[in-house]
């Protein structure tokens, strides 16, 4: 009786957190030292930089826009027991077919030109899991390692466009296409940088959140993640329904891409991501595909990665070092034993 | 004819940076856990070779520190897939992120110098042009036939199999899984890692971020292709160091196909293999890879 | 070598608890050397508890245990084995994908470094034929079948040293003949003066080969006795407490219209698994049809073919009338084939949903409101009470999640999610496997229950004796054919057991 009291539902939850962040920030803290750097002051700026100035937040928020949507690309195939770690190439993919429809659709109405843009970029993530997802259905690869692989290639895809036929002849030095007509950019809010992919990013969130725990097809995909035999063996389309979450999921972190190509940075060019693939991974993982969890979790991925350009600015640090804060937060995650799997 | 020479030549000294890994995967699963950090450990290992190599100008130094920081790496995924009974894809995935971290912090000073390599032996004679390799790449194609001999003919490598096949029945035959896990993931660890420092330190004399392009997850493709066999894993990385070469040698010669498209053509042969390979495994992959285990009690 | 009179191995006042269970309380056991001490029990009665804690697997709560009157301290198997204590389960501790020369080269106490494999297929095949246990050391075990696989179990143990030999149900996967073999082994075995350990639930069994007879309930010993000293009744009355009643006899009646008929039909092989080869079979209404054959047979490819999980090649399936033979499962299913399993937690029920989300996942087209944005729970609730109520059964809780019922409660709601819809034919997979008596009653009430309303019942099991007890015709699958069919009231245990190996006469019905 004690135990269900609000010391287990809630202080030991919160102190068991706050353990787990003191942890994490002193080994990363132990890192920086060794590195030469003061973990203190790097702290210091990091928050006083990114959360307590009002632009440093937006920042952080308008980057929660990729990673809810990667994260929600990695948590729809999560739930129909896939692991797709391949968010990162289909926000590339994404990314490239919507720079496509944008640069040649003219002349089209603004609306249905961002429209088409948007629809593109989807595409373009769905096509790129519908690859992984079909050999997973056909029973001859695992998606994990498909999807892996996948990765590397996207970017080489991309490099191929942008550094040959697409590339913009006007800035010899960037390999980048020609901006963006302004029929394609993303409307952002009251000349701030929050764009409608952070809006779309919580749309698709509560409708995810909605259909997964109360329609018939989340039920259904569920189950087909609880137990892909029984699934089977009560007439769900199984199969159909592993292609069908790979290339929903795609879909969306292929919204991710081209929402940053066409709110953030105007033109496709190679370093549109800074893993905002992994990113979205790690984010699933940690919420366990909970929607309130991922809107939580994306939240402070976001920060750390603001936080991560903090430190390359002010630490001399290079960006992939966030890599390390984010092993260290895995580490710490997996560490933890949870007992259970995910829950239905 | 010298450019079938070259080609051949190359393609054994490419198969090596990524036998190494191989070898250690086929190893690390063959006690039941899949590891998806080596792309990590390998990057991990290439930095801090470089580095090490940089500072005390002895490469050896260099590969030496990679080995053992590949080792103590990995002992953190074992530690998370043993005793904290953690996801083994998730596990091995924030092994990479700590890799990929960790190699840009210390490799960052280190971003376009020249460090010292290892010597290098010729294969055939002292005149040839060819087959002229550093040590590692003796060391690991005479390390595939011996892990080989030590999984399928010692009493060692009966246990450990078991361990991968049942650790269950390998407990209830004495055999301590975790241990033999341990054991597998250490040399998974530094074998990883050795491979990331032959790039650095033994091919290129160079690091760069991200230097190792996927290996990592070509080498878990290979040990799909390998049949969890290290005989069968000379094949595959021969394979990839020949495919790898002849894209280098077609860019080389300027043909006149965009580079990133002639990049792809390792990872294209990679799903390609899983594709033909990848199927029809039961009873030839460890049966009890990437569960957990729960113990006897 | 110990003493005769001392026992070799003896337990005392052996306690266990799992959380929830008492699976043994306070429970004594000896066995004297060169003795076969059976331990008899139904399901759930803690036998092989005991024999795991002996066997170090479990460790007691509470108890001593002692070899040869020595006080021991069994942590591991590894400790067990060292003590000469030896143990054969159920599942067998195989490793399938080696060889059988590796598999006992595993267990061997003094092994060399570097494995001499010549020296090991010799030691293998010596003690092989000094028990005729014919095996070939090479012979990869996945390729074995379930007898041969038993006799590697126990050169296992011979070579590992055991002196003290446990075999937790090794009648189970055996058919009768391959049973007498058996028997036939542990007396020579017991003449070489092993002691053996035997669980079992067959009555009958122990009493044919034991010296002492060991009768455990619900976690307790209820006493030992000597087989010539004691009365089967007396044994049932021991086993069971109060007698339960017995399944219903049914009536002969004349079946009605075919509910389903295979016309010559095959399968791929797949695997190891056999493929169906020129299957003729016709299901009628108001009939139990068992299928009866050694597991691996292809009996659970038939239930699939049927299902329609796997595709026919060739060969026609006749559900009603229809040609179903290409219909996906959905659409069986809603044609009325209803399914019950073993292990329903893997093949029937998601584990992690709760009873009441299991059960909308039969039919979620008909339980969606708005199309299928909602989910009519009220509808589903009432499908379910109406559905317990409809086939007599204890109810189960709704909210409960299914891993978190009991074996028995998850068959009953898998028979009422399957059996309280319109249906036609049932098919039923080892249904009972693993269940405890009163729920394996329960699931047999249900089939003989949908026989009375006309329905038409095909039962695959491999428990003999029910399906003599339940089944109007019993045919008999040998490596994906049919190769016989009986009328049980026509036939003998003993010869269908022939049948199922390969050696008997095929019957024409």
């Known amino acids: 009786m004690l135990l269900s009291g609000w010391r287990a539902r809630i202080a030991w939850p919160l102190l068991r957190l706050l353990l787990t962040v003191v942890i994490i920030l002193g080994v990363f803290g132990v890192v920086l030292w060794a590195l030469g750097k003061d973990p203190l002051k790097a702290y210091r700026d990091t928050f006083r930089l990114n959360i307590l100035n009002p632009r440093g937040l937006s920042e952080v928020v308008v980057r929660m826009a990729p990673l809810l949507l990667t994260a929600l690309g990695v948590a729809i195939p999560f739930r129909a027991g896939l692991i797709n770690v391949g968010a990162e190439g289909q926000f590339m993919m994404g990314a490239l077919l919507g720079t496509w429809a944008a640069l040649n659709l003219p002349g089209l109405p603004a609306g249905l030109h961002l429209s088409l843009v948007i629809l593109a970029g989807m595409l373009g993530g769905a096509a790129w899991a519908a690859i992984p997802g079909l050999l997973r259905a056909l029973g001859w690869v695992n998606e994990t390692i498909t999807t892996l692989l996948l990765n590397y290639l996207a970017p080489l895809v991309v490099g191929y466009f942008v550094f040959g036929p697409w590339r913009a002849p006007e800035l010899a030095m960037y390999p980048q296409t020609p901006e963006l007509p302004p029929s394609a950019r993303f409307p952002t809010l009251f000349g701030t940088r929050l764009h409608l992919g952070f809006f779309l990013g919580l749309f698709f969130l509560l409708g995810y959140a909605y259909l997964i725990s109360r329609s018939r097809w ?41 929402a940053e190509v066409a709110a953030i940075h105007g033109r496709l060019k190679m370093a549109i991501s800074p893993g905002y693939g992994f990113m979205g991974f790690l984010v699933n993982w940690l919420a366990f595909a909970n929607p309130f969890g991922i809107l939580l979790m994306a939240f402070l991925i976001a920060f750390i990665a603001s936080s991560g350009f903090t430190l390359q600015i002010t630490q001399r640090l290079p960006y992939a070092a966030v890599n390390v804060l984010m092993a260290l937060i895995l580490f710490t995650v997996l560490a933890k034993p949870l007992g259970k799997g995910v829950k239905g | ?240 160091g020949g495919a790898v070469v002849f894209q280098l040698q077609l860019q080389a010669m300027g043909v006149g196909v965009s580079a990133f498209i002639m990049d792809m053509i390792p990872y294209v042969l990679t799903v390609l293999v899983l594709l033909l390979w990848g199927r029809g495994v039961r009873y030839v992959a460890p049966a009890s890879l990437g569960r957990v285990y729960f113990g006897a009690e | 070598m110990c003493e005769p009179d001392k026992p070799v191995v003896q337990l005392q006042g052996i306690t266990k608890r799992f959380p929830g269970v008492l699976a043994n309380d306070q429970v004594d056991f000896d066995l004297y050397p060169g003795e076969i001490h059976a331990l008899l029990g139904e399901n759930g009665a803690g036998k092989s508890t005991l024999m795991k804690i002996l066997y170090g697997f479990y460790r007691a709560d509470a108890g001593t245990i002692r070899v040869n009157g020595k006080l021991a301290h069994i942590r591991s198997p590894r400790d067990a084995r060292l003590l000469g204590i030896g143990m054969v389960f159920q599942g067998f501790t195989l490793i399938p994908a080696m060889t059988v020369a590796e598999n006992v080269a595993l267990f061997m106490a003094e092994l060399p470094p570097v494995l001499r494999r010549k020296d090991l297929h010799r030691s293998i095949t010596q003690a092989s034929e000094r028990y005729g246990l014919a095996l070939n050391p090479g012979a990869l075990v996945w390729q074995l079948s379930i007898g041969e696989q038993q006799r590697v179990e126990l050169l296992k143990l011979l070579l590992a040293g055991a002196r003290v030999l446990i075999f937790d149900e090794p009648t189970k996967v055996l058919v009768p003949h391959e049973v007498a073999a058996l028997f036939h082994v542990f007396q020579s075995l017991k003449a070489d003066g092993y002691s053996l350990i035997f669980i079992t639930h067959k009555l009958r069994e122990a009493l044919t080969c034991a010296d002492r007879i060991t009768v455990m309930r619900q976690g307790r010993v ?177 909210r409960v999640r299914a891993a978190n019922l009991s074996g028995g409660n998850l068959q009953r709601f898998t028979l009422v999610r399957e059996l309280s819809r319109p249906y036609h034919l049932v098919v039923g997979l080892y249904p009972t496997r693993g269940l405890d008596v009163r729920s394996a009653n329960a699931v047999r009430q249900a089939f003989l229950a949908a026989r009375e309303e006309g329905k038409g019942v095909l039962l695959i099991s491999e428990d003999l004796n029910e399906l003599f007890a339940l089944c109007d015709r019993i045919v008999v699958m040998l490596k994906g054919q049919i190769v016989g069919e009986f009328r049980p009231e026509e036939a003998d245990l003993t010869e269908v057991g022939r049948v199922m190996t390969g050696a008997g006469v095929v019957h024409a019905p």
């Open chain 3, 222 to 398: 209820v006493g030992t006795v000597r087989p010539q000293e004691v009365r089967e009744e007396t044994l049932l009355q021991m086993m069971f407490g109060e007698r339960l009643a017995e399944i219903s006899a049914k009536e002969k009646r004349k079946p009605g219209d075919p509910i389903l008929e295979l016309q010559g039909v095959w399968t791929k092989p797949v695997g190891t698994a056999p493929g169906l080869q020129n299957i003729n079979l016709t299901v009628h209404a108001g009939e139990i049809v068992g299928v009866a054959g050694v597991s691996g047979n292809g009996q659970r490819e038939l239930g699939d073919a049927i299902l329609g999980l796997i595709r026919i090649v060739r060969g026609k399936k006749i559900f009603r009338g229809e040609d179903a033979t290409r219909w996906p499962p959905r659409r069986l299913i809603q044609s009325g084939v209803a399914f019950v399993p073993e292990d329903p937690l893997s093949m029937a029920v998601v584990p992690w949903f709760s009873v009441l989300e299991n059960l909308a996942l039969l039919d979620l087209r008909g339980f969606s409101r708005f199309g299928g944005l909602g989910l009519d729970w009220r509808r589903v609730r009432e499908f379910l009470n109406l559905g317990f109520s409809k086939l007599g059964l204890e109810t189960v809780p709704e």
């Open chain 1, 218 to 258: 989340g039920l259904e995909l569920r189950a087909v993640g609880g137990n892909p035999e029984a699934a089977r063996r009560l007439g769900l389309p199984v199969e159909r329904w592993l292609v069908l979450a790979m290339v929903i999921g795609g879909a969306l972190a292929g919204l991710a891409g081209i």
């Open chain 2, 1 to 240: 004819m010298s450019w079938l020479l070259s080609w051949i030549s190359g393609a054994i000294l490419y198969a090596a940076p990524i036998l190494f890994p191989t070898l250690g995967e086929v190893v690390e699963q063959r006690t039941g856990m899949v590891n998806l950090g080596l792309e990590g450990l390998m990057l991990l290992g290439a930095s801090l070779s470089f580095a090490v190599s940089f500072v005390t100008r002895n490469a050896w130094l260099g590969v030496l520190a990679a080995g053992g920081a590949g080792l103590l790496a990995n002992l953190i995924y074992a530690w998370l897939v043993v005793h904290r009974r953690a996801h083994q894809l998730a596990a091995g995935l924030a092994l990479m992120f700590f890799g990929i971290g960790m190699s840009a912090l210390i490799g960052k000073p280190y971003v376009g110098q020249m460090a010292a390599v290892l010597p290098k032996y010729p294969l055939f004679g002292t005149q040839s042009l060819f087959f002229r390799y550093d040590p590692l790449v003796y060391v690991a194609f005479v390390l595939a036939p011996l892990l080989w001999f030590v999984l399928f003919c010692t009493r060692f490598g009966l246990k450990l199999r078991a361990v991968g096949e049942n650790p269950s029945v390998a407990y209830a035959a004495g055999v301590s899984p975790a241990l033999v896990r341990y054991i597998g993931a250490a040399l998974a660890g530094v074998l990883a890692a050795v491979g990331g420092a032959h790039l650095s330190v033994g091919i290129t004399g160079t690091w760069s971020e991200g230097m190792t392009a996927g290996r990592g997850f070509i080498a878990i493709a290979l040990v799909i292709f390998s049949r969890w066999n290290p005989l069968r894993a000379i094949v595959g990385a021969l394979v990839f």
